[in-house]
């Protein structure tokens, strides 16, 4: 078993595959990105190396991230051998190359997947994205629900954006079986400063929903980030996710891999240690769990104190999320 300084079970990794992205969301990197180098990601031996130890020692939970997961060529073979040792395997997307996926995707097991649509508008989507993708996202969308995949649509709420969507958002779940999840913005824009603070705290984004709704609270999964509700009679769930807010820290069970191998024990704090140099250097799997155990041993106790120790804001898209 994996434990933190805080006696917190980890059993959940964050793994991101690649920093690649075929969008620009502005809340997420610049236009111009410096993308890395294909021999500094993980390879897919790599990473069945990293976790297959991991998995032993109880990680039985796995999302996949990047960048835009589906843009590696090798997903589809790493999530094939992943998933004969990680019994839960989810994956995050922008949906513009997931749809031909799907049915494998379904043979493979992997039933989870974390959909990112901020708009339900084609022009708003273009001018959040820099990208014309929004028929691409909602066909993948469309396509999820017939395969009766379980769908969770994140939602990024933005001041001056988007807040005056919350409404139609919401109103996709009276006939849609998924679950609508408004998160708060974090600064992980890759523009450094440019970030001027979270304008919309989850209880404001519930307060404008309650204008139009009565909302039934759900009970608290264990280890959740959503707070979530149901309109009464609708078929789906919406959630908020307090991620700036930081009110789930916790309990809370997760690792991030980042596409170059770094170990984050935080979202908010930095690469605390690089298992990609590790292995490259021939440690085997007793080192790189120690190592990794070290780690844990001086995770921060929340993202607020983890922040005070890093103070430097990548872009999501090499965290993943
Ligand atoms: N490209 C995939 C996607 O967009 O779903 C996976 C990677 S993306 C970095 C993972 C998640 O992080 C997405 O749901 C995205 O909306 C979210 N995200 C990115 N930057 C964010 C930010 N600054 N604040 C809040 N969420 C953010
Ligand atoms: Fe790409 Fe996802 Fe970041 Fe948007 S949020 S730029 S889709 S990695």
């Given at each position: 078993m994996l434990t933190d300084a805080h006696n917190r079970i980890i059993n959940y990794i964050r793994l991101a595959v690649t920093d690649r992205c075929n969008l620009r969301c502005t809340y997420c990197m610049p236009e111009q990105m410096q993308f890395l180098q294909r021999q500094e990601l993980l390879t897919n031996d790599e990473i069945l190396t990293?976790?297959?130890?991991?998995?032993?020692a109880g990680i039985d939970k796995l999302r996949i991230t990047g960048g835009e997961p589906f843009l590696r060529k090798d997903l589809l073979?790493?999530?094939?051998?992943?998933?004969?040792?990680?019994?839960?395997?989810?994956?995050?997307?922008?949906?513009?190359?997931?749809?031909?996926?799907?049915?494998?995707?379904?043979?493979?097991?992997?039933?989870?997947?974390?959909?990112?649509?901020?708009?339900?508008?084609?022009?708003?989507?273009?001018?959040?994205?820099?990208?014309?993708?929004?028929?691409a996202v909602m066909q993948t969308l469309n396509s999820l629900l017939e395969h009766d995949m379980q769908v969770k649509l994140n939602v990024v709420i933005m001041g001056g954006v988007n807040t005056d969507e919350l409404q139609a958002f919401a109103?996709?779940?009276?006939?849609?079986?998924?679950?609508?999840?408004?998160?708060?913005?974090?600064?992980?824009?890759?523009?450094?400063?440019?970030?001027?603070?979270?304008?919309?705290?989850?209880?404001?984004?519930?307060?404008?929903?309650?204008?139009?709704?009565?909302?039934?609270?759900?009970?608290?999964?264990?280890?959740?980030?959503?707070i979530n509700y149901q309109i009464p009679g609708y078929q789906g769930q919406i959630g908020v996710i307090p991620a700036?807010?930081?009110?789930?820290?916790?309990?809370?069970?997760?690792?991030?891999?980042?596409?170059?191998?770094?170990?984050?024990?935080?979202?908010?704090?930095?690469?605390?240690?690089?298992?990609?140099?590790?292995?490259?250097?021939g440690a085997g799997s007793a080192l790189i769990l120690q190592e990794i155990r070290h780690a844990l041993g001086h995770r921060a106790e929340n993202g607020f104190e983890a922040e005070r120790q890093n103070q430097h804001w990548d872009s999501m898209s090499v965290i993943g999320g």
């Amino acid at each position: 078993m994996l434990t933190d300084a805080h006696n917190r079970i980890i059993n959940y990794i964050r793994l991101a595959v690649t920093d690649r992205c075929n969008l620009r969301c502005t809340y997420c990197m610049p236009e111009q990105m410096q993308f890395l180098q294909r021999q500094e990601l993980l390879t897919n031996d790599e990473i069945l190396t990293l976790l297959r130890p991991l998995a032993a020692a109880g990680i039985d939970k796995l999302r996949i991230t990047g960048g835009e997961p589906f843009l590696r060529k090798d997903l589809l073979p790493l999530l094939t051998s992943l998933k004969t040792f990680i019994p839960e395997i989810s994956i995050t997307t922008n949906g513009v190359l997931t749809q031909p996926y799907i049915p494998q995707l379904k043979a493979i097991g992997i039933r989870k997947i974390n959909l990112s649509l901020d708009t339900l508008q084609r022009d708003r989507f273009q001018q959040i994205t820099k990208r014309d993708q929004f028929p691409a996202v909602m066909q993948t969308l469309n396509s999820l629900l017939e395969h009766d995949m379980q769908v969770k649509l994140n939602v990024v709420i933005m001041g001056g954006v988007n807040t005056d969507e919350l409404q139609a958002f919401a109103e996709l779940t009276k006939q849609m079986p998924l679950s609508v999840r408004f998160i708060e913005e974090m600064p992980f824009n890759g523009q450094g400063h440019a970030f001027s603070g979270n304008q919309w705290h989850y209880l404001r984004m519930l307060d404008a929903l309650q204008e139009y709704y009565t909302l039934k609270k759900l009970p608290i999964q264990p280890q959740a980030t959503s707070i979530n509700y149901q309109i009464p009679g609708y078929q789906g769930q919406i959630g908020v996710i307090p991620a700036y807010s930081r009110t789930f820290c916790g309990t809370c069970n997760r690792l991030r891999i980042t596409p170059t191998g770094g170990l984050k024990t935080c979202l908010y704090g930095g690469d605390v240690l690089n298992v990609r140099d590790l292995l490259r250097s021939g440690a085997g799997s007793a080192l790189i769990l120690q190592e990794i155990r070290h780690a844990l041993g001086h995770r921060a106790e929340n993202g607020f104190e983890a922040e005070r120790q890093n103070q430097h804001w990548d872009s999501m898209s090499v965290i993943g999320g």
